[in-house]
């Protein structure tokens, strides 16, 4: 399936939305992120081949009980939650679906191959509580899903290499077996760095610390990323699909997308980020059950470049990303690309 088009397309569509909206407060409107990365900028189908996420973000609460669809009987729970509750920080709820699918090198073999990684995909539901100021995001995530058969992974490939006249996977017949996900993930981001944000040309350096654990995955990471343009967005930048990614939600009116007179940007970013990986279902395999597995390695490393427009309340990116070998029989690093689309209203 080529992406490339269908970006152009979604580009060209947003264009004569510029005198729509009327000028609100950036804290009262909500957020929506539409995700999806996939192997096919490299023009093969192997290991992590597709991925997507679809993320509401809340208003901005002074309180998260100001939201009326969270329940009442949660008010005890969330309010004793760790880093999120910072007062005087401006705080929002997001909710997530989303799947991620992942294929051995060579999809067309039907046996199992023992010196590649497992089929495997995940669906998954996320909350996240972010508390953030100016300068500073912390972001708690809660991850509930499915790994294995009832992911559903293995029926949307296959209608997808169909309609697109992709080569057929004959493989999954290998794939995990059907485990719960749960996961638990906490991520600090930091602006250390900001000059001309939603004035011109200016810039930022936004840095990233953070763990999960869960059954499916268990690490630590850190990163950085530069971002440089005109207008450049008062948000916490662009992240690839994953826990703490939720970051497209301007912070206040010096952001583009809310200019009563001027409402583009274009910025171009580069970032990286390192990975300590102690679990890995999608390489480790099942938790609890025998399945194929293969030798992972310590530590991965995305590097990331990218461009991103911003046309009304509409912030469009393509991300380039190049990722290392993430075990240890891997022959090639993969290479895979990246397209966000929200909306704030």
């Not at 060209?12 to 996939?38: D, R, S």
Request: proline content about 5%; charged content about 20%; overall charge neutral.
């Amino acid at each position: 399936m080529k992406l490339k088009p269908v970006f152009l397309s979604i580009l060209l569509l947003l264009l004569p939305l510029t005198a729509m909206a009327q000028v609100k407060k950036a804290k009262g409107f909500k957020t929506f992120t539409f995700y999806l990365e996939n192997d096919v900028f490299a023009d093969r189908d192997r290991h992590y081949t597709n991925g997507l996420k679809l993320t509401w973000i809340s208003p901005d609460l002074t309180d998260y009980q100001n939201n009326s669809g969270v329940p009442k009987w949660s008010y005890p729970l969330i309010k004793g939650l760790p880093f999120v509750n910072k007062p005087g920080f401006q705080r929002s709820i997001s909710l997530s679906v989303g799947q991620n699918i992942y294929t051995p090198e060579d999809i067309e073999r039907s046996d199992l191959i023992k010196k590649d990684r497992p089929y495997a995909g995940i669906a998954y539901f996320a909350i996240g509580f972010h508390s953030k100021s100016s300068s500073r995001m912390d972001t708690l995530e809660f991850d509930l899903g499915i790994v294995g058969p009832h992911s559903y992974a293995e029926a949307c490939q296959k209608v997808v290499h169909e309609w697109s006249n992709s080569p057929h996977p004959n493989g999954w017949d290998n794939q995990l077996e059907d485990e719960l996900a749960l996961e638990a993930i906490y991520e600090r981001k930091w602006k250390l760095l900001q000059s001309g944000v939603g004035s011109g040309f200016g810039y930022d350096l936004i840095s990233r610390l953070g763990g999960g654990l869960g059954n499916v995955y268990t690490y630590a990471n850190t990163g950085a990323g530069v971002r440089f343009g005109w207008n450049l967005p008062n948000d916490f930048g662009t992240f690839l699909i994953g826990p703490g990614c939720d970051s497209n939600a301007p912070f206040d009116e010096r952001d583009p997308r809310f200019f009563s007179h001027e409402r583009f940007g274009i910025h171009v970013f580069a970032a990286v980020d390192v990975r300590a990986v102690l679990r890995d279902i999608f390489l480790d395999g099942n938790t609890f059950r025998d399945s194929h597995s293969v030798d992972k390695k310590p530590f991965v490393t995305d590097f990331m470049a990218g461009v991103a427009l911003i046309v009304n309340r509409f912030k469009i990116s393509y991300t380039y990303v190049y990722r290392t070998k993430e075990f240890k029989a891997q022959k090639d690093e993969q290479v895979f690309g990246a397209i966000a689309l929200s909306v704030s209203y």
